[in-house]
């Protein structure tokens, strides 16, 4: 299983941007998604969660108002619509998959871990 995260990059506070998840190696449909992200000196966090068909999504309230995640499972891809970029979303952004239904916000629920993409915000 992969889960290849991109889009990351630098760019200047109330801009934005939009990461791509692609997964290979799994039944993409079969598995909720999410993102998560980690600031340096912190812990990782959850940003938001999307379930196996696309109904349910699930947002932090960081990020409520401004991040969309969405999928597209003939693609097998998930991905995550950043506007409004303020300097503490900056992180490392990682995409997850776990094989269940429903969304989670906990890591633990998650069964694989993309590698991350930086996301740098500049004020």
């Known amino acids: 299983v992969q889960l290849q995260a991109s889009g990351g990059g630098l760019v200047q506070a109330g801009g934005s941007l939009r990461l791509s998840c692609a997964a290979s190696?799994?039944?993409?449909?079969?598995?909720?998604m999410g993102w998560f992200r980690q600031a340096p000196g912190k812990e990782r966090e959850f940003v938001t969660t999307i379930s196996r068909g696309g109904g349910s999504t699930y947002y932090a309230d960081s990020v409520k108002g401004r991040f969309t995640i969405s999928r597209d499972n003939a693609k097998n891809t998930v991905y995550l619509q950043m506007n409004s970029l303020k300097a503490e979303d900056t992180a490392v952004y990682y995409c997850?998959?776990?094989?269940?239904?429903?969304?989670?916000?906990?890591?633990?629920?998650?069964?694989?871990w993309g590698q991350g993409t930086q996301v740098t915000v500049s004020s």
């Open positions: 997850a998959a776990a094989q269940r239904g429903g969304i989670f916000t906990r890591s633990p629920f998650y069964d694989y």
């Open positions: 190696g799994l039944t993409f449909s079969t598995y909720a």
